[in-house]
């Protein structure tokens, strides 16, 4: 039985999730789709605009035969942190090709550059001697590649597909990496037919209509109690304002402990503290990632800790990914989990206990709902 992998957040599923599925299913028809995804935070270090088994009925009905979470000390780090993740939960699944999207779509030149970060030992002296220069670690990365092989990444799609493919070089997985060109601008907060899941969350947050930019089966969702950042932000200056030593989460780091005390009192709102933070050399997204490891109590221990992948969680299947489950799961090597009762693994243990956190910014009812539901969930979709 054929499998293919893909890696995705859902934040929301738009018409360019869709596409991707689409594209897929009409290269590789009988294939198995195995899916990991991203639960209730994200790798922007954002929440999720719905929460990780609505996204799970959704990939359903787009088709996807089986989904799987990426844990969260995965799902809410840097690229090459999240694609480990998730490209080694498709090795241990024994998925044999994973297909993502990107806006150059050339595979030649993606894996050249994986190559590069891997093989090339003036690369990473480079990556310094700019960072030394002051620039963030994303444009010291450009300009180190584009001194060595002449040719540059800026997009994220790009990025994030390198960090797959060095992951597979790295470790010597059985898996092959295929490219769908990307038909949206990753960044662009415009409206179109296929437009950016940034697009619809920025709409969706200044309550505009957005039924004719998703489809019609993942409208409804979208139309339910919905999860934006600042919703966190007064339980966030509550941890900033109380907690003596900020330093042990994870990514505070270079004094910037002192400057997230300060600023959390001159912040309105959860983007006016971004603002007030950002720097050249503490980029947007590390700073999300940066409040939400304080947010959700993430320590650099555990960090240091939960470097491999202990457990294998399903959380939806269709009955072809059901058969596929029945064929693989004697070889997978770690627990594979689908109904949790008693559960001994840590990582797993605060992968609940960021979803009570996650369900604070709803009402009373839904939030033990949501909490319940991490305990007796999981979706089998019949074909």
Known sequence: MQSIGIIAEY???HYGHLYHIKKIKEAYPDAVLVLILSGNFTQRGEVSIINKWQKTEIALTAGVDLIVELPFPFATQSADFFSYGAITILEKLGVEKVIFGSE????????LIAKTQIENKDFDKLVKVYSKLGENYPTALSNALFDITGKRITTPNDLLGVSYLKTILKNNYHIQAETIKRENNFHDKNLSSICSASAIRDALQKNKDIKEYVPNFVYPYLQTSLHFQNQYF??????IITEEHLEKYHLVEEGIEKKLKREILNSSNYESFITNIKSKRYTYNKIQRTLNAILCNFTKEQAKNWQNISYIR????SNKGQVYLNCVKKKIDIPLISKIRKNKDAMLEFELETT???ALSLPFDEQIALIKSEYKNHFHKGD
Do not use: V
């Open 104 to 111: 150059s779509n050339c595979i030649d030149d993606l894996t």
């Open 356 to 358: 009570k956190i996650y």
């Open 11 to 13: 934040n929301p599923f």
């Open 314 to 317: 399903i959380l939806g299947f």
């Open 234 to 239: 007064q339980l966030l200056k509550y941890k």
